[in-house]
């Protein structure tokens, strides 16, 4: 029921215009670095750091690949700036701006946060403590803010949780609908996801569209009784994450086949236009892997269904290509018709 209430609102500032969905995720947002950042100072200030509880294993680390696949979900959305372009008054110098801060702000954020919260609990401890609150169906953030920044500030952070969790779904449904606008754009999709509203200016077809997919998504992961954060955030995060990286290695291989088809505009600039693009996609396709093969612990799954989930993506891509040829092929045709 909570969710369904979630996705209505969702649906509602989806189908309005963007400037109604950004003050909300603008506040949001504000609020929850706010809290985060009141923990990591009183972390600083007065670090206390305690033994592990009694009879806890101790462990030097978990699984490398659930740490990186991790690491990169958190940047999920940086790459939304482009996605906005034409719904900002001057893309040309805010898409590059905002780009660029959001991936500053977000490593130095979530890096210098971590950093607080090792120290909190002791370099020594904070794994074992960390399992003994997931055991125990705790939180340890909350736990760690409860016990420097006070109650209070435990309290208000527990409600920015949601409304965090809330902000995500919104963003990432501005984003797929905006994703379904451009498809619909290139006939890769239905031409009616391209329609905009007359009054919002927004993609309310394909907001329509995407709301739909959500409420038979989330209606088939509730009445099959799948444990939401177990079952489905690790393994639809991961499915996200392999997405995103191979969107990610295309784009980069794209840039530098762009550039080689247009030698006058790349002159002069050929570490931007090339040797940084290549070096991306080596790093890249070298954490896919990682990734890939260790797919099965990411998603806690059997192997035959984790296998299936690791190539969706792929197999999504694929056919995008092969729509996207089609489309190309019949629109040439059409155009020598003409002629």
């Known amino acids: 029921m909570y969710a369904l209430l979630a996705l209505i609102l969702v649906a509602f500032l989806g189908y309005r215009h963007i400037e109604l969905s950004s003050r909300v995720l603008g506040v949001a947002l504000v609020l929850e670095i706010g809290v985060v950042l009141i923990m990591n100072a009183a972390i600083v200030w007065h ?26 979900t958190g940047f999920l959305g940086f790459e939304a700036t482009a996605i906005f372009r034409d719904e900002a008054r001057d893309p040309e110098k805010t898409i590059p701006r905002a780009t660029y801060g959001a991936v500053l702000i977000i490593g130095f954020f979530y890096a ?13 401890s904070v794994t074992a403590i960390a399992h003994t609150y997931l055991d125990n169906g705790g939180n340890m953030v909350l736990e760690t803010a409860g016990r420097y920044a006070g109650g209070t500030v435990r309290e208000i952070m527990q409600v920015l949780l949601l409304t965090s969790l809330f902000a ?3 963003s990432f449904h501005n984003i797929i609908a905006r994703y379904f606008l451009v498809l619909g754009r290139e006939a890769i999709l239905p031409g009616f996801l391209a329609r905009t509203h007359d009054q919002h200016a927004s993609p309310h077809a394909a907001s329509l569209s995407q709301t739909g997919m959500a409420v038979v998504l989330v209606g088939l992961a509730a009445w099959s009784g799948a444990d939401p954060l177990i079952s489905v955030f690790g393994s639809m995060a991961g499915i996200s994450t ?12 794209a840039v530098v086949r762009f550039f080689q088809s247009r030698p006058d505009l790349a002159r002069g600039q050929a570490i931007k236009t090339m040797w940084l693009p290549v070096m991306a996609s080596v790093v890249l396709v070298a954490v896919l892997y990682i990734i890939l093969v260790n797919f099965v612990i990411i998603t806690g799954l059997s192997a035959l269904v984790s296998t299936g989930l690791a190539v ?28």
């Open 112 to 124: 210098f946060s971590c950093w607080c919260v090792i120290e909190a609990w002791g370099a020594g």
């Open 168 to 170: 995500c779904l919104l």
């Open 242 to 253: 392999v997405g995103i990286i191979l969107l990610m290695i295309l784009t980069s291989l």
């Open 312 to 339: 969706l993506p792929f197999c999504v891509t694929l056919l995008g290509f092969c729509l996207k040829n089609t489309v190309t092929g019949a629109a040439s045709v059409a155009d020598y018709t003409v002629r």
């Open 47 to 72: 670090p206390v750091p305690v033994a592990a509880p009694a009879g806890a294993e101790i462990v030097a680390s978990g699984p490398f690949a659930v740490a990186l696949l991790f690491a990169i």
